[in-house]
């Protein structure tokens, strides 16, 4: 059958997931206000390290993600909340049978909050159908530090993704309106795509790590002298914004997004030159 046929509804069983999170501030620092959350996700909140602000742990119970799945992720901190979200593991996207897979992310920051968003990376599959779509707003004052890759195939198995769909877009708003947005669009024949000399020259891996308030901007020189940094590697500034991104082998970029986040979060956030746990154990 044609792959432009369009999908048929299905009769698999999906999964339907969701989490709503929100941290506030106590006189002893951050606090936990609100969770919901809606299997197969759940949020574990495993006790920080010194020095370390309070850790939300993504894990995806269903072991990976397949066509038709749908998942909504919300988190809000208010103001002068701190707080790192993360994954317990990399997320997996299964060949899927014709529907995409849906995961909806939406950040509010209020005033003066700092959020890290450092999920560990997605895997895709060969025929895997990708439709992500990220939203934050920050109010004056507050600092997300936000970073995503994507791995095109089970590089470690030696698979590359052939076709399939990669549908990624960031919209990031500020109180004066849109501040910055970034669309990604790969569907059919990605072997082409994917293996053009002028597009993603046969990288396994993307990386996309932004760093939006405080002293970003100034913190691009910063990236540029990092050793993993040079390989496949832009930065661009922008007022009150940094946008890094890495194309290449699938550990290299994984090597190269965790020393910049190792750096930004030394540098920037305040916080100790360091992984949280969940990226190294």
């Not at 369009?6 to 936990?32: E, I, M, N, Y």
């Amino acid at each position: 059958m044609p792959r432009d046929t369009p999908p048929l509804p299905s009769r698999h069983q999906r999964a339907d997931g969701a989490f709503d999170l929100v941290f506030g501030t106590a006189p002893r620092g951050t606090v936990l206000r609100n969770l919901y959350q809606q299997s197969p996700l759940r949020i574990l909140f495993p006790t920080p390290e010194p020095g370390e602000p309070p850790m939300a742990a993504l894990l995806n119970c269903a072991g990976g993600l397949a066509g038709g799945d749908v998942l909504r992720q919300a988190v809000r901190l208010e103001a002068g909340a701190r707080a790192t979200l993360s994954t317990a593991a990399a997320e997996k996207l299964y060949r899927s049978l014709g529907p995409e897979t849906r995961i909806e992310s939406r950040i509010v920051l209020e005033e003066g909050a700092m959020l890290e968003w450092i999920p560990q990376e997605t895997i895709l599959f060969d025929g895997a159908r990708l439709d992500r779509r990220m939203r934050a707003d920050l109010a004056p004052g507050a600092v997300l530090l936000a970073a995503e890759t994507l791995v095109f195939g089970r590089a470690a198995r030696g698979e590359r993704m052939t076709h399939g769909l990669v549908r990624d877009r960031w919209r990031l708003h500020g109180t004066a309106g849109l501040l910055w947005a970034d669309a990604l669009a790969l569907e059919g024949d990605l072997a082409a795509a994917l293996g053009a000399p002028f597009g993603f020259a046969g990288a396994e891996a993307l990386g996309t790590l932004l760093l939006a308030g405080g002293e970003a901007e100034a913190m691009r020189d910063l990236l540029r002298a990092l050793p993993e940094a040079a390989p496949g590697a832009t930065t661009i500034p922008r007022p009150g914004l940094l946008l890094a991104r890495w194309l290449g082998p699938a550990t290299a970029v994984r090597q190269a997004v965790g020393e910049a986040i190792v750096a930004l979060r030394a540098a920037a956030l305040g916080l100790p030159a360091r992984l949280p746990r969940l990226w190294t154990t």
